[in-house]
């Protein structure tokens, strides 16, 4: 294992140890932006485990916090289906 990597891992064990926790407060349009992002990355076949899990977890705390707006909700729905992607080739960078 890399020792730069193996470091990581105990400054992270270390850290729970103590009981460190990093809490979030959200603006409702950050936690949307959040979860498209996530969104995006899950589906990268890649990506795959505890993170990946963890990142579902995130997804599904925040659409439960819309639930009650039915054209978010369905924005967010339509985000795990690839086909509704709307890319627009002359917004990509060159």
């Known amino acids: 294992m890399n020792e730069d990597f193996q470091q990581v891992l ?5 850290a729970e140890q103590q009981g460190d926790k990093i ?8 936690a949307f ?3 498209a992002n996530l969104q995006l990355a899950l589906r990268h076949p890649g990506n795959t485990g505890e993170s ?3 990142a579902r977890t995130v997804c599904t705390i925040v659409a439960k916090r819309f639930a ?3 054209a978010l909700s369905e924005l967010i ?3 795990w289906h690839p086909e509704y992607d709307n890319y627009d080739s002359e917004l990509a960078p060159t």
């Open 77 to 79: 729905r339509r985000g």
């Open 10 to 14: 105990t400054e992270l064990s270390e």
């Open 68 to 70: 009650n707006c039915p």
């Open 23 to 30: 809490e979030l407060h959200l603006r409702p349009t950050s």
């Open 33 to 35: 932006m959040l979860l």
């Open 52 to 54: 990946a899990e963890l």
